[in-house]
């Protein structure tokens, strides 16, 4: 403005300043007189102005002749050491021009710091002589700083007492009516009292000169605040309001200050720092502190009004179309107070969070208080002819007015809470209208009220300055938002929202309560919010048809209804007391993503709804869950002596695992998935019931210790399925798979069930019974001190290890496969160590691979060695048969084995230098006890292209014993060791009538002079296979017959020299092998 103005003529000018000096006419102002030659500083009335001007004066006191003295910068300031410590940033410039200034101005709170503006009037060369600050700005001196103080800082007044003068700037600088400084002082009591006249001097010529101002002008003692004189060596006023704790007491050795100290950015306050121990004269404060004013608190002025009252109108919008949009009117009065000045204004703008810098009064219009976004934020205040209107409409549409509707607010106080009564809130007389906002404000304590009904359009409030408890029959929620602030709030007949999306805040000393037998019901959305706490009592019912949101804790002991749509908890849930029940119905949903704890005795319930366990699921001891053709997904589940079931239709999906201590899950037709990166337990006791078609997949494995599953008509899939000290129990067609399985002192019991495991089995000290079931191993079964019976059954495994355990084949239709997966007859795919026994009336059925019998070993049932049915092409081109060419092979050492069939391709090698256990026989009449190598307790079939071989033959041989009958359709092979010494030996042992003579079937590998016999015990019941190892004494033609068949070999010799001769010349391609056909079964269970 004032720029704009420079541009203007003198007339112009003249214009103006007659206008201010009618409108200040009896104003008396301070001047400098005579600056340039004799420089005086004197007091005039306003309307002398024009005449000083015109003899070069100009406005306020003229800078002291001592250009070296500090106070030259403030003439207006008797003692610059009561400035505060400038806080100004670190790179803030100090200088004006060349001249380093020891005072400024400062944006408390800001962080801005600025030289000051020129005084209107004073020459713009002056140097350090910008003194004048924004308002709301304070002076303050440079930190190195240290003025002197001015020779006429004190007098005494006029009845002799000692004053100190001080400056107040009242009001805003630089507008149109601007005021000026004026000269105040404080008697030693405090009291503001007229000071002395300084010395002045009329000049000739001039109008009427006053050298002070008149009585009258001083303000009166209501104007200003009363601090003591150490505290305030300037006005209180001019400080900022200390902005400090709610606990903060404002006192100093027992007495309360008016000034302290105040850290800006920190909100922290102290008295001062020094070394009086007086009270309040501690004035020093630290870095980066600031002095400020204790706020004044009345205690019988009513609460100061919500900035909420008062809202910023669009641009070119009135107050009257502002308030008329919403139905209501703009309310006069408070555009009024708004506009009471251009501090008031600002303070309004900068509660509405504008911040704002510039600004001042203006009279163009009757806005009143409006704002403009314009660099830096401007606050300004139109009122024309002195009056702001509701109707005034703002021509630049980026300025927007501050309005106020009338019924925007009611408040209502209760100090006595017994005196709530029924409250019908934010209703006029006729209870027709409804007001937008509302207040309650509490008292303290605890109270019993009637029905309370919020019919604030926006924002309903109750509120108390410390924790109250209100207790209410009714509240009944009619408008947008409920806050709740140091309140607890009682519900003991009936709550109701019907609102859509209303807002229900609690801060954290807040609770919503509903008491035993109250009611509180959702018909519309709602959200609760905050920090406080949503408890449901024992005895009560809370019932949510619409969707809504829990963003405080809830606390359920009674009836928690979702009877439609969803209710979200975005904190933690729990469930407390017997009677406390969650209970979800049909296509209704709960999301929660905290965790949800159900305690003792409580239960969830669900029925054709859906359940979201996000944040996890605990269950506490004798806790409840039922569900019915309910969808349940969970993240975490833990049970501790819970009950869980899982009823028809339901699908439970858990992906981080369960676990299940001392509980009981039953499940039914249903169907339920457990993903985890980490196993699911059942631990202590836990139970897991599948019934009725359900469906359990547990994709990141099940562990059990000391619990039980039991199944009926249930599938099971799982990862690695671990079971200690635990039971399984499965029937009626039920399936279970694994990927992996570890069963240790674990008892498995399968009727009609089946059993899979994808990777290897293990189990140790278990026992395990299946009856018409079916088992599959496709990887290594383990078997250790274990017991198994299979019953109609059957097991197949592809590898295995078994020791100790004792695998009884109950009837002949069932069967232990040892598969091989394909493995050659030199690969080793199964091995029975010591105390591994097989017996019973099924089948140890051998296909692929090589099986080892150790020592101790016994299959006491039937042994079938048979490939899959194939076509084999196989040579006996080595001089004895590799056994790896068979495929199945198995070797026997010290063990017993049942009735065998070696089918055609498959062998059985006899280790004949093992000890199994001792027989007592009868040879050709003699009888002797003899060791066996290996005992078969039923027959043995080599069939025809099967090989049995006889192996680590030496005089020493232990024999191979067949409790049974022997057939021989393939052939034998004796591998001698040792033939260094003469002896006959028996080879093995079988029971027949007619000891037929095999030995053409039988080749001596190892030992040139051995051949082989057929005798038979001397009452025809046992035969034996015997060798004869070196000349024998009793046929001395023998060595004749000996050198005669060595004569007969010459030519033979040469013979077959001829032969290989040819046939190494010949094509390879005409070389034929025999082929062998082997026996395609033919077995029970077998293709």
Known sequence: FFFGMAKRSWSTWAFFLCLWLSINADERVTICKNPDTNPQTITIASLDLPAYFEQGAYLGRCPSEDADSPDVEVPNICSQMSLPVCQCPATYNWLDGEQLCGTHCMAVGEGICYLGHETYGQPSTARCGKWECDFGHVRCRRPDFEPVRAPDCNNQNEDGEDVTVVFSKKGRVRSLHRHLLEVFCFSSTGTPVRCSPPPAESPSASPSESPSASPSESPSPSELSSPSPAECPYLCEDLPVCQCPEDYDYTSFGEVCDTHCMEQDEYYCHPGKGNSFLPCSRLECGPGQIRCRRPVVDPTAPPPRNPRTFFLARGGESCDDACGAVGTVCDHDLVQEAALSPAHCQDILEHLGKTTHLGGLYEDDSTGCTYHPRAPGWYELFKKDGQSTCSARTEDLDRLRVCACQNLREERHFDDLSELGDQNFCLDASDTVATVQGRVSLGTGAGNGGAFTCNCVELCELHSLTESTVSLTNYENRGATNDFRGTI????????????????????????????????????????????????REGSTVSFSSASTFQIATEVSGQFLVESEQVSFEEVVTLTGSNALMDVRSGSRIVASRTVTVSSSSEIRGT?????????????????????????SVSTWSMSSSTVTIGTGTAMSVSGGAQLDASTMTLSSSTSTFTSVQASTLTNGGTIQGRGGCNMQFTGGLQTT??????????????????????????????????????????????????????????????????????????????????????????????????????????????????????????????????????????????????????????GCGLQLSPNAQILRRTRALQQTDLTTTNPAATACGNSIGSTTVASGASLSIDTSCSFGTESWDVAGTTSTYTTSVAATGAVDVQSGGLLVLNTVSTSTNPFSITGTFTLSGSIEVLVTDSSTTAIVILMKWDDTSCTDITS????????????????????????????????????????????????????????????CRIRTQDPEEISYDEVEVADGGYEGYE
């Open 608 to 632: 054709s709804g859906t359940m979201q366990f996000d944040g996890g699921l605990s269950m506490a001891s004798s806790s409840v869950m039922n569900l019915t053709s309910t969808t349940v």
């Open 1001 to 1060: 079937s039988v080749t001596v590998y190892g030992c040139t002079s051995c051949t082989t016999s057929v005798v038979a015990s001397s009452t025809a019941t046992s035969c034996y296979l015997r060798l004869s190892i070196g000349m024998t004494s009793s046929d001395s033609n023998d060595a004749w017959w000996g050198l005669l068949a060595l004569l007969a070999l010459i030519p033979c010799a040469a013979g077959l020299a001829w032969y290989c």
């Open 489 to 536: 709030l009682q519900i003991t007949v009936n709550f109701l929202n019907t609102i859509a999306g209303a807002v229900f805040n609690f801060d954290a000393s807040s609770a919503l309560e509903i008491h035993s037998g109250g009611v509180a019901s959702f018909t519309a959305a709602a959200t609760f919010a905050g920090s406080g706490v949503f408890r449901a």
């Open 706 to 859: 000391s619990s039980t599953m039991d199944l009926q008509q249930s599938t099971v899939g799982c990862g690695h399925l671990q079971m200690s000290s635990s039971t399984l129990s499965a029937s009626s067609s039920t399936t279970v798979t694994a990927s992996q399985v570890t069963f240790s002192q674990t008892t498995v019991q399968m009727t009609s069930a089946s059993f899979t495991s994808s990777g290897t089995m293990s189990d140790d000290g278990g026992s395990l019974t299946f009856t018409t079931s079916t088992i599959v191993v496709t990887s290594t079964f383990t078997s250790t001190s274990s017991s198994y019976s299979l019953t109609g059954s059957s097991m197949t495994v592809t590898q295995h290890t078994i020791t100790s355990t004792t695998i009884t084949l109950t009837d002949v239709s069932s069967q232990f496969l040892l598969d091989g997966s394909g493995a050659g007859g030199g690969s080793l795919v199964g091995s029975l160590a010591s105390g591994a026994v097989f017996s019973g009336l099924g089948f140890f059925r051998h296909r692929t691979g090589l099986l080892r019998l150790l020592a101790g070993s016994t299959i």
